[in-house]
């Protein structure tokens, strides 16, 4: 069992470029969540689903794209990339049908644009 | 939008206990969790509470007030790979926040 994958793990991008961060989850989980993080910041919110077809915006989500296609994949799309968006971008998943809804976390996108 | 607080550091020795505190404000509430990240890592589930009270799980335990917006995060017997940073994140409706974590140092 994978759980949460996110490719790739790093990447240098220049100012202006375009880039799709992948994510995957093989849990069957309906609930998808994209975050940054910034050093000594906490996890600021992107974007969310709740199912396949169906997404909204987070607290920061100025700058991305994203789309829900299947219940499996919840990619994160940079259009042109600024230097305010160097940062660590993780994807999480939960499983949301019942109290002790957990999210799972893939390891992480370090991404710099310089 | 949601304001989540924790104290920025702490630091304690291998063996002893210490407890990290978070309050917060939220538009709603469905629960409250604490995720341990290790530097360069990703958040691992610790804890999850809803309602009030104390949750025991082995050497951490975290404690829940909902009327007074507090919760903390015990962690007994302090052992070297303890030393990361601890989050402290509410669930509104479906999304959740998180305060921007509390990076614990374990000293011999």
């Known amino acids: 069992n994978a759980g949460v994958t996110q490719t790739p793990k790093f990447r240098i991008l220049k100012i202006g470029q375009s880039m799709t961060l992948q994510c995957t989850q093989d849990?069957?989980?309906?609930?998808m969540y994209w975050y940054r993080q910034d050093p000594g910041m906490g996890l600021k919110l992107i974007y969310y689903?709740?199912?396949?077809?169906?997404?909204d915006k987070g607290e920061v989500p100025n700058g991305y794209n994203v789309s829900r296609s299947t219940t499996e994949d919840f990619p994160l799309r940079l259009e042109l990339a600024a230097p305010s968006q160097t940062s660590v971008y993780f994807c999480a998943s939960s499983y949301n049908r019942g109290e002790n809804t957990e999210a799972f976390f893939g390891q992480g996108t370090r991404l710099t644009v310089v | 939008g949601q304001n989540i607080d924790q104290p920025t550091e702490m630091t304690a020795t291998e063996g002893a206990i210490v407890q990290i505190n978070c309050t917060y404000q939220t538009s709603g509430f469905n629960g409250l969790f604490w995720y341990q990240q290790h530097a360069g890592e990703a958040p691992t589930f610790l804890s999850y509470n809803v309602l009030d009270g104390l949750e025991e799980k082995g050497r951490f335990s975290s404690f829940l007030s909902r009327s007074k917006g507090y919760s903390y995060l015990l962690l007994k017997e302090l052992q070297m790979k303890d030393s990361a940073s601890y989050l402290c994140?509410?669930?509104?409706?479906?999304?959740?926040?998180f305060g921007a974590g509390t990076t614990v140092t374990v000293r011999a």
């Open positions: 849990m069957n989980h309906n609930y």
């Open positions: 689903s709740v199912g396949a077809g169906i997404t």
């Open positions: 994140a509410v669930k509104v409706d479906y999304k959740l926040s």
